[in-house]
Every structure is written in C-alpha cells, then in structure tokens.
C-alpha cells in the first residue's frame, strides 16, 4: 500500500523539533474556537449593517437635498410649536374650517369634533339552548 510522506512525516516547530501532541490539540482547540469567534462575529455584523449604515451617514456629511428637507421639517416644526397650529394658515384656511365644522356638526349632531369619539360596547346577553 502507497503512502504519502507528507502523511508519515511528523509535524515539527519552527526551530525542526517534533510538536508536542498536547501542543497540537490546544492549537487545534484555539484554532476551532477562532474560527467559531469570527463566525459569531461575521454574522452580528451582518444583522446589524441597517443600523451601521445610520450611523455611518450621521458621521459624514448629509446629502445637500435631505440637509435641505430636514431643514424645513425642522423650521416647520418650530413654527408650528410657535404658532400653536397650523403654519401660514390666513384668513380664508380659518374661515373654510369653521364652515366644514359647523356642516359636520349639522349632519351628525351635537358633540366636541376635536376630540376622538369613545366607542361603547355593551356586554351581548347571552342565553342557554337546551338540547334534546
């Protein structure tokens, strides 16, 4: 039967002594434990790439198009805050919602519209069927 002498030979150190046979299941041990590390690792990199990518744009510089949104969002929300309500809304905006609200206040009755209406539901009575 044929064999290898790269299967006789008996692995040696750097300075040509043999490797101990403790020496080489710690190694091996180590090098499973590596490799199972940087699995671990690898994917909790890959689940968490969504939010790498957010904080990755929040360190560079913005797009100037979305600097330029989040800007006017920003301004609206401080104006709206400001002003208690809705931004530039003139005359004729309040005007056309005191109408909507008097037409809707006609059609389905008395009651406060700017409050979300609470829902009642009564308990069904429920009673017993006899069998034969």
Known sequence: ???SNA????????AGKPVNP?????LSRLSQRFRLLRRSVSLVLQRN????????NRAKDMDPVQKLFLDKIRDYNTR???????????????K??????????RLFGD???AKF??????????EEVATK
Do not use: H
């Not at 790439?49 to 990755?56: D, H, N, R």
């Not at 709206?80 to 309040?94: E, F, I, M």
């Not at 056309?96 to 206040?105: F, I, T, V």
């Open 1 to 3: 039967m044929f064999m």
């Open 7 to 14: 299967l006789l030979q008996v692995p040696t150190t750097a």
């Open 22 to 26: 403790t020496s080489r299941m710690a």
């Open 49 to 56: 790439v969504g939010l790498s990518a957010v904080l990755f």
């Open 80 to 94: 709206s805050k400001a002003t208690g309500g809705v931004v530039d809304a003139g005359p004729a905006y309040q």
């Open 96 to 105: 056309n919602l005191s109408e909507e609200m008097s037409k809707l206040q």
């Open 111 to 113: 009651g406060d519209l």
């Open 117 to 126: 209406p609470e829902f009642k539901f009564p308990e069904p009575r429920l």
